[in-house]
């Protein structure tokens, strides 16, 4: 049984959305190009190193469960204020870390800053479903993926500069003050959530709603084309610094320039999606998005095996993925949270599932030997269950 939705007729202030829906992705990777320098600054294998990134996604994880019962109990903006509160201390935190040479708060705090982070991409298509109806919504929330081209690419590029003129500790400074910008904008929402659920909180009722979502095949199809779509994004992130710059010898300057590469795939592939939900169903612009994906993955390990330059090996080939990979992940979204009985908790459980798969996609990468033939190589992993899932969903 599916719920019955009344829309709200105010119009969502697009900029606060892009910031928001991009809160945690910018978190997740800014500091990515100074992985190196942490790594040896800690004295630590580089294995540990990712551990930095593992835990931020196990975070960001856990968080995603935490904001659909908060929501409709308090409310989403309440919700979207805990998390910036909740991703600023742990900023702090992990600035202590780095000042006291302590890695294990880092990990710690790590966590903590996904948790909080967390709650954007969840809480913004929460309400963009709510406020909009289904078609509209899914071409809103293409427009919005133009915030996972445009401020992950730029936090890249930044952290990369950051990293080089002022240290790697200056990257968590400048997640500190994405949260308090955050912090100061967020009143400008309006309210979506017109009715609190008083029993929102309650473990009966949490077991009894989320088993329910956790039982459709559709959400958790829903879950898992999302998930690939975070986990070409993370293992690429995770990855590319020790390939690029300690194998291929970038500088971590050079590297975060190159970040902008993958992102004009992100920025067509946001565009074309919009565009293309004005006249083609949800699931015919899901194949567009899985031809071109596996178009790229076909490129990154041609590319890789013939030993072009890594400009070309590596980030071209993400570009062409990324553009595929747009696709997927904002109509998959908005068509396994059409199924769901509760939107809130439904949007949770896809957010849940995608990110788990990534933090445990991350994590067995990490028993590989770091090597460029081994991105193309998950990538392929990756697609198999993509196509899979999108059976599912149809």
Not at 76 to 85: D, P, Q
Not at 308 to 326: A, C, K, Q, R, T
Request: aromatic share 12%; charged share 5%.
């Amino acid at each position: 049984m599916q719920q019955t939705i009344t829309y709200s007729h105010k119009e969502l202030p697009i900029f606060i959305l892009l910031l928001l829906i991009s809160f945690a992705s910018v978190n997740a990777v800014l500091f990515t190009p100074a992985l190196p320098n942490m790594v040896d600054y800690f004295g630590i294998s580089e294995s540990a190193g990712q551990l930095s990134v593992t835990t931020f996604l196990a975070g960001y994880a856990i968080g995603q469960l935490l904001y659909g019962p908060l929501s409709n109990r308090y409310g989403r903006k309440c919700a979207i204020y805990i998390g910036v509160v909740i991703q600023i201390f742990s900023s702090l935190f992990c600035i202590t870390a780095g000042l006291f040479h302590n890695y294990a708060l880092l990990v710690v705090a790590r966590f903590f800053l996904a948790v909080g982070a967390g709650g954007g991409l969840k809480i913004t298509i929460t309400m963009v479903n709510e406020t909009y109806p289904p078609q509209i919504a899914s071409q809103k929330i293409s427009l919005l993926m133009l915030a996972f081209a445009i401020t992950p690419g730029l936090g890249v590029a930044l952290g990369g500069v950051l990293n080089s003129y002022f240290g790697w500790l200056s990257c968590f400074y400048a997640c500190c003050v994405y949260g308090l910008l955050l912090l100061g904008l967020i009143s400008q929402l309006p309210e979506t959530q017109f009715l609190r659920n008083l029993s929102a909180l309650k473990p009966r009722y949490l077991v009894k709603v989320y088993a329910h979502e956790f039982s459709n095949a559709k959400i958790i199809a829903g879950g898992f084309l999302v998930g690939m779509c975070s986990c070409f994004i993370y293992l690429f992130a995770t990855l590319s610094p020790f390939i690029a710059i300690n194998q291929a010898g970038m500088s971590s300057v050079d590297y975060g320039f190159a970040n902008l590469i993958p992102m004009v795939g992100l920025a067509l592939g946001s565009l074309i999606s919009a565009k293309l939900t004005k006249y083609f169903p949800v699931l015919s612009i899901l194949k567009i998005g899985i031809t071109i994906t596996i178009l790229g993955v076909v490129l990154a390990g041609f590319f890789t095996y013939v030993q072009y330059p890594i400009l070309i090996s590596l980030f071209v080939p993400m570009m062409i993925i990324n553009m595929g990979e747009v696709m997927i992940l904002a109509n998959a979204s908005s068509r396994a949270i059409c199924f769901a009985q509760d939107k809130a908790h439904g949007a949770s459980v896809i957010n849940f599932i995608a990110i788990t798969l990534a933090t445990i996609t991350v994590l067995s990468a990490g028993t590989f030997n770091i090597t460029a033939i081994v991105l193309p190589g998950l990538y392929a992993i990756l697609c198999i269950i993509t196509m899979i899932m999108y059976g599912v969903l149809k």
